[in-house]
């Protein structure tokens, strides 16, 4: 593996990070703590897509894809050094179910007019998406979802429940998994769809967090028509198209430099502010144990190169067990930060808008997201099932 980066590449690191640095000195005060904001505080949502415009108009957005889906053939390192720059910085405007998800997803499975049609608005930045998969009896058993699609004429009607739409009342659009065939009860029967979420007999309905934050949504589907030119891929084999989207979540730099710059941060304040009348930075406990996740943030790095290298030399989708294990490693590593800082600053941590709140108070909010992120796009016991059997060749256990 080739740690070097090209002249070229060094100065496409330093114009990302002139503009996030600049840019995110106007991010609203509650920005900056995992995803949660960009979806619940309305300041925060609209900061996100203007900030999506100005990646958009840059090009910043869609750098590895075709020019004629509105990226510019640029290569994967390239993206990789943007998500590294944008972690850190706990960048605004990139659409992770759109960018992330869904446009990786249509570029291996969509059909060219479906590439034309929705590749470009995404790397403009003006369209949102969600991820329209779990259902309240589907969560990890995914391939047993309800949701059913049926064909009528030039469209499909749909029926069922989708839950934990995570932003889906801020987004334009959603990838829906539904049943086409009701006789096969596993993968075999699913379809992958692109709906407009404005389509009428969809409703969202939030669902609030305990602190009042509204990021998730149940969205009902009743009757709802989709034209039969929004499934991605042939009848029946979705789930295909769907598996692309998982690996594709999970190769993780950004969330590797998010922890990072968290993990500097934290020294930084443990440096700085007396807690008890002592400075943490003092204590061999703390010293030890930020050197420790210091050690975990930079396996995670080394992780992340390894899956982007892996990419690079065999192509756009990684690996199963290795995006697998990124996510635990990236996702666990999260928490363990988050309740280590949460140890060092005691009950202050706790405190959220007060004079009495450290680094803006984001380890109160964190504390209570930092649970789900490994859970979120498959569970940790999940992705070890997953490594488990295909990676490392055990008897599948499901
Ligand atoms: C923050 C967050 C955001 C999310 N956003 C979205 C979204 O935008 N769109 C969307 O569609 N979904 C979303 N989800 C849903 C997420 O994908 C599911 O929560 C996840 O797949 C787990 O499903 P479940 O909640 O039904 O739990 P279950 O599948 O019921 O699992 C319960 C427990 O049993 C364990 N378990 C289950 N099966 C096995 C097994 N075979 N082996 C070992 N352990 C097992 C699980 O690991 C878990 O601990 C989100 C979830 C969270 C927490």
Not at 155 to 173: E, F, I, L, T
Not at 310 to 338: D, F, I
Request: net charge neutral.
């Amino acid at each position: 593996m080739d740690f070097q980066f090209t002249a070229r590449e060094e100065a496409l690191r330093k114009e990302f990070e002139d503009f996030f640095r600049e840019e995110m000195k106007n991010a609203p005060p509650g920005w900056g703590a995992s995803m949660e904001a960009m979806i619940s505080d309305d300041a925060c949502a609209e900061f996100h897509r203007v900030m999506a415009k100005k990646l958009g108009a840059k090009g910043w957005l869609a750098r590895p894809w075709p020019r004629e889906y509105g990226g510019q053939d640029a290569s994967l390192i390239e993206q990789f050094i943007f998500s590294d720059v944008m972690g850190y910085h706990k960048g605004a405007g990139y659409d992770h179910w759109g960018v992330g998800l869904l446009a990786p997803t249509l570029l291996v499975s969509g059909n060219h007019e479906q590439k034309q049609e929705h590749l470009p608005p995404v790397a403009r930045g003006e369209i949102f998406w969600t991820q329209l998969w779990s259902e309240p009896g589907a969560g990890s058993d995914l391939a047993s979802l309800t949701t059913r699609a049926t064909r009528e004429g030039d469209s499909y009607v749909v029926n069922g429940q989708k839950c934990w739409s995570s932003g889906a009342h801020r987004a334009d659009w959603g990838f829906l998994l539904a049943r086409t065939n009701p006789n096969e009860r596993r993968s075999r029967g699913l379809s992958f769809f692109l709906l407009d979420l404005n389509t009428p007999g969809l409703t969202r309905v939030p669902v609030y967090s305990t602190d009042g934050a509204h990021q998730f949504n149940d969205t009902f589907m009743d009757d709802v028509r989709i034209p039969a030119r929004n499934r991605v891929g042939e009848e029946n084999e979705g789930w295909f198209a769907s598996q692309m989207t998982a690996n594709f979540e999970r190769s993780m730099i950004a969330v590797f430099s998010y922890i990072k710059r968290e993990i500097e941060d934290l020294v930084e304040f443990c440096k700085s502010v007396k807690i008890g009348g002592e400075y943490p930075a003092r204590n061999p406990l703390v010293r030890n144990r930020l050197a420790q996740l210091a050690i975990e943030a930079d396996v995670g790095r080394a992780m992340s190169y390894f899956i982007v290298w892996s990419q690079v030399k065999g192509g756009l989708v990684v690996a199963a067990p290795m995006a697998a294990a990124a996510k635990v490693a990236a996702t666990e590593l999260v928490q363990r930060l988050t309740w280590e800082g949460c140890r060092i600053m005691g009950q202050y941590s706790q405190v959220g808008e007060s004079r009495w709140a450290y680094l803006k108070g984001r380890f109160m909010t964190e504390y209570q997201l930092c649970t789900g992120l490994s859970m979120a796009g498959g569970t940790s016991e999940i992705m070890r099932n997953l490594i488990g059997a295909m990676g490392l060749g055990l008897p599948r256990s499901w």
